[in-house]
T-cell receptor
């Protein structure tokens, strides 16, 4: 079946602009995670959604970052007033339940000039 | 919080030889340890995982061992093949309403034909 999809695959923006990154999880998966992968680094947890519960935002690096998940499916990660240090690959993962295996999408490569 | 260290950062082996990647973690409460393989331009893909109630798990040419006392776990790949070339990440987590994975820095594995 279809895996996790993310769009756009690449995004180039200017410093100070806002960007929106989209994640379509695997159908039926209730848990959704966002991670950030900086150049040559491991993945860093950002935010977690489970069903209709309030999200766990403990990994968001600043208040410029926010995310929402509509209808328990598609999620959007928004970065306001982008900075050069926001340049990274943003990965989304979904899981059938909170304890389940996480399946990753291909990521969105963000470059802030 | 949890910290995961991964070694080596790069590893080059001859086709057919074995490869071993090691990780240590700091939080003794961590109880889930997955390994992900990431190919260029793709998202991480789970290859094997282990939970803290077992010491070893094997799946064909891939095995993972866990030493809870020493807080380290290792990935073993036998009879390596060129398609094993990729970046491998270890991760650790403890379930706290979510499986927020803490990743190692990654190992770039190159299989030489």
């Amino acid at each position: 079946g279809a895996g996790v999809s993310q769009s756009p695959s690449n995004k180039v923006t200017e410093k100070g602009k806002d960007v929106e990154l989209r994640c379509d999880p695997i159908s039926g998966h209730t848990a959704l995670y966002w991670y950030r992968q900086s150049l040559g680094q491991g993945l860093e947890f950002l935010i977690y959604f489970q069903g209709n519960s309030a999200p766990d935002k403990s990994g968001l690096p600043s208040d410029r970052f926010s995310a929402e998940r509509t209808g328990g499916s598609v999620s959007t990660l928004t970065i306001q007033r982008t900075q050069q240090e926001d340049s990274a690959v943003y990965l989304c993962a979904s899981s059938p339940n909170p304890k389940g295996t996480q399946y990753f999408g291909p990521g969105t490569r963000l470059l802030v000039l | 919080g949890e910290n995961v260290e991964q070694h080596p950062s790069t590893l080059s082996v001859q086709e057919g030889d074995s490869a071993v990647i090691k990780c240590t973690y700091s939080d003794s409460a961590s109880n889930y340890f997955p390994w992900y393989k990431q190919e260029l331009g793709k998202g991480p893909q789970l290859i094997i995982d282990i939970r803290s109630n077992v010491g070893e798990k094997k799946d064909q040419r891939i095995a993972v061992t866990l030493n809870k006392t020493a807080k380290h776990f290792s990935l073993h790949i036998t009879e390596t093949q060129p398609e094993d070339s990729a970046v491998y990440f270890c991760a650790a987590s403890k379930f706290q309403g979510a499986q927020k994975l803490v990743f190692g820095q990654g190992t770039r594995l190159t299989i030489n034909p």
